[in-house]
């Protein structure tokens, strides 16, 4: 079965970049209406998603990140990569690489979207300090 | 400030029933399917509903949730002490273009 896991440093300095790449193993990255993304959680918060990519590399982002990410895939490679930049202690917190299922069911010209992260890398602890 | 709605918790006695609200609005909740989350402590956050309320394969039956509205809700029969965790609901809000989480309601089974 499909497994991800999360892979990067655990510290990073303020104003620097964070970079963290997911591993995935056991299945395709490229299945329709499948997406490859990343949510956080920041200590004593609730979880808060920061993107996700189609394996076509087509890209969306969470507004209030959007200035500062950039998550990328290279299937051939069978991962995905998660960048933010100009980080600050705001943004020390447990990040999950998942998997995402998107789209919408349609009937009678009335679209529903559905949202899914059904899988989840074990999260890495990134720590934002000097 | 999350657009949907969670209590901040909680609690219950083991094996008796407990209800988690999640309050949206027509652009979210009233028109999109609603997932449900659990997070346990020190492990990853698992998808426990989809769809409104279809379950994944291996999530127990005592699991279950419903929407009505703009209103969604997750029922847990059977409490167990292993089942206390946040939990987590979230849906596509059209107005805002994007996926949503509620703010998360922990559960404590005393």
């Known amino acids: 079965h499909l497994e991800l896991q999360e892979s990067g440093p655990g510290l990073v300095k303020p104003s620097e970049t964070l970079s963290l790449t997911c591993s995935v193993s056991g299945g395709s990255m490229t299945t329709s209406s499948t997406y490859w993304g990343w949510v956080r959680q920041p200590p004593a918060k609730g979880l808060e998603w920061i993107g996700y990519?189609?394996?076509?590399?087509?890209?969306y982002y969470n507004p209030s990140l959007a200035s500062r990410v950039t998550v990328s895939v290279d299937t051939s490679k069978a991962h995905f990569s998660l960048e933010l930049t100009s980080v600050t202690a705001a943004d020390t917190a447990l990040y999950y690489c998942?998997?995402?299922?998107?789209?919408?069911?349609?009937?009678?010209?009335?679209?529903?979207?559905?949202?899914?992260?059904?899988?989840w890398g074990r999260g890495t602890l990134v720590t934002v300090s000097s | 400030q999350s657009v949907l709605t969670q209590p901040p918790s909680v609690s219950a006695t083991p094996g008796h029933k407990v209800n988690i609200s999640c309050s949206g609005g027509s652009s979210n909740i009233g028109i999109n399917y609603v997932s449900w989350y659990q997070h346990l402590p020190g492990t990853a956050p698992k998808l426990l509903i989809y769809d409104n309320e279809k379950r994944p394969s291996g999530i127990p039956a005592r699991f279950s949730a419903s929407k009505s509205g703009t209103s969604a809700a997750l029922g847990i029969t059977e409490l167990q002490t292993g089942d206390e965790a946040l939990y987590y609901c979230a849906t596509w809000d059209n107005g805002l273009g994007g996926g949503v989480f509620g703010g998360g309601t922990k559960l404590t089974v005393l």
């Open positions: 998942v998997r995402l299922r998107k789209g919408a069911y349609c009937s009678e010209g009335r679209c529903s979207n559905y949202w899914n992260f059904d899988l």
């Open positions: 990519v189609f394996y076509s590399g087509t890209t």
